[in-house]
T-cell receptor, first 111, second 110 residues
C-alpha cells in the first residue's frame, strides 16, 4: 500500500517566519504534488514535480517554493509566512498517469 | 483551461434515498475524470475513475461527453457515505496536473 507521509499534522507559526512542510513517499513515484485545501475552494495546486530537481508551478504558486532533491521527498517552503497562508496542506504522489495518493495533511496556522 | 464545477456545496439526503452528486467540466481535449472522497478525519482517497467503469461502494459515474458531465450516483444512500466528495479532471496520459472541483459535502440523515 502506498504511504505518503507528511511530517506534521498540525503546525503553528508566526507571520514572517520561513516554514518548511515535508512530504515523503515510499513507492518510488516520480510525480509529487502540493495542494492547499480551503472550505468552499476545494483543492488548489501549488506546485508539482515530475522528477528529481524538476518542478512546475500550479495554479497558486505565489508565496511558495518547493524543493525535490531526492525522489521520495518533496518539500514546500513558505518563504515569509502570512496569515492568508493559514490552511490545510495536502501532499500527493503518483506513478505515471495513475491516480494520486494523498497524505494526511498538515493543518498550518499562521499567527 | 480546464475547469471542474460542482454546483452543490452541501447535499443532504435521507438514508435509503438515491444520491446524485453533480460534476460538470470544461476541457477541449480528451479528459480523464475521477471522484475522490474524504471521510471525516481521513485522508483524501480515490473513489473511482471513469476509465475503470467500475462500481465502488455502490457508487457509479458515467462520463457524458455531450453534456460534459461526470455525475456520481448511488441508488440507496448509507450513513457511512457521509463525506466530502471531489470531482477531478486531468488530460489523458502522462503526469499532467489534476484540477479539482470545490467539493460537495454529502450528509446522509438517518
Amino acid at each position: 500500500d502506498v504511504k505518503v507521509t507528511q511530517s506534521s499534522r498540525y503546525l503553528v507559526k508566526r507571520t514572517g517566519e520561513k516554514v518548511f512542510l515535508e512530504c515523503v513517499q515510499d513507492m518510488d513515484h516520480e510525480n509529487m504534488f502540493w495542494y492547499r485545501q480551503d472550505p468552499g475552494l476545494g483543492l488548489r495546486l501549488i506546485y508539482f514535480s515530475y522528477d528529481v530537481k524538476m518542478k512546475e508551478k500550479g495554479d497558486i504558486p505565489e508565496g511558495y517554493s518547493v524543493s525535490r532533491e531526492k525522489k521520495e521527498r518533496f518539500s514546500l517552503i513558505l518563504e515569509s509566512a502570512s496569515t492568508n497562508q493559514t490552511s490545510m496542506y495536502l501532499c500527493a504522489s503518483s506513478f505515471s498517469d495513475q491516480p494520486q495518493h494523498f497524505g494526511d495533511g498538515t493543518r498550518l496556522s499562521i499567527l | 483551461a480546464q475547469r471542474v464545477t460542482q454546483p452543490e456545496k452541501l447535499l443532504s439526503v435521507f438514508k435509503g434515498a438515491p444520491v446524485e452528486l453533480k460534476c460538470n467540466y470544461s476541457y477541449s481535449g480528451s479528459p480523464e475524470l475521477f471522484w475522490y472522497v474524504q471521510y471525516s478525519r481521513q485522508r483524501l482517497q480515490l473513489l473511482l475513475r471513469h476509465i475503470s467503469r467500475e462500481s465502488i461502494k455502490g457508487f457509479t459515474a458515467d462520463l457524458n461527453k455531450g453534456e460534459t458531465s461526470f455525475h456520481l450516483k448511488k441508488p440507496f444512500a448509507q450513513e457511512e457515505d457521509s463525506a466530502m466528495y471531489y470531482c477531478a479532471l486531468k488530460k489523458s496520459g502522462g503526469y499532467q496536473k489534476v484540477t479539482f472541483g470545490t467539493g460537495t459535502k454529502l450528509q446522509v440523515i438517518p
